[in-house]
């Protein structure tokens, strides 16, 4: 297969990546399934544990190949399986962990037995000791007056707040777990130069390829459900 950028492929994540060269992307940004039953229209997210640990060997295999060595990767999932998929990036596949992002949003699901989750987590790992970090291009305004206060920003650092893609936002799209325009944004500016390559392998309603492409980078989008390659190339 011939390997075109700025396009989707309709297919499995796996399968598709096998086509792709070695050492082809600078970035990778994952929304994996968390195994926990959600619908995405022709897939349901639930496998027994040992075949959804499989799946997840699987994809990364080839997602570490087609990284290159200055790369950086950024994993969303769930607390079920996120200490599991820690060891697999450290031990597995050999990746040197660079930060545990909390996202953290104001609003979630409610529970009346138990504290409700109002976060997600973000795994930011790098295939080799250098790699790109933008911090200038994402900067945030002081919180606190100190005496010598950073006129340029602070760093954001590992706790994220960005809301939910609410049902009444204008970027809302028909996508059970849509991820918001911001947070995608400070990953590819932080960890992404103009003119590099971002690959999501699940990419869902196109949130990241969009942000890319504002942003001056090539992208690519892998998804296995057609109808969210139409949502993703309509936006």
């Known amino acids: ?103 953290h949003y104001t609003q979630g699901m409610g529970k009346t037995k138990g504290f409700s989750p109002r976060h997600e987590d973000i795994l930011y790992f790098v295939k080799g000791k250098k790699y790109t970090f933008n911090l200038d291009d994402i900067r945030i305004p002081q919180k606190y007056y100190r005496q010598r206060n950073n ?20 970027e809302r799209e028909e996508h059970p777990t849509q991820k918001p325009e911001g947070a995608m944004e400070r990953m590819i500016r932080a960890s992404s130069n103009p003119g590099d390559i971002v690959l999501d392998p699940f990419v869902g309603s196109g949130t990241t390829c969009k942000v890319a492409r504002t942003l001056g980078r090539h992208w690519i989008g892998i998804d296995i459900n057609p109808d969210y390659i139409a949502m993703s190339e309509r936006r």
């Open 151 to 170: 006129m340029e920003g602070a760093n954001p650092g590992d706790l994220w707040q960005f809301s939910h893609v609410h049902y009444c936002s204008k």
């Open 1 to 103: 297969m011939r390997i075109e950028l700025d396009r989707f492929y309709c297919g499995d994540a796996c399968e598709i990546m096998k086509t792709f060269p070695d050492k082809l992307v600078d970035l990778i940004c994952a929304d994996p399934p968390y195994n926990l039953g959600k619908n995405y229209g022709n897939t349901v997210d639930k496998k027994d544990w040992d075949e959804y640990e499989k799946f997840t060997k699987q994809w990364l295999n080839e997602a570490v190949r087609i990284l290159k060595d200055n790369g950086t990767i950024y994993i969303f999932m769930g607390v079920r399986f996120i200490s599991r998929l820690y060891i697999m990036l450290e031990n597995d596949f050999g990746l040197f962990f660079n930060g545990w992002i909390t996202w």
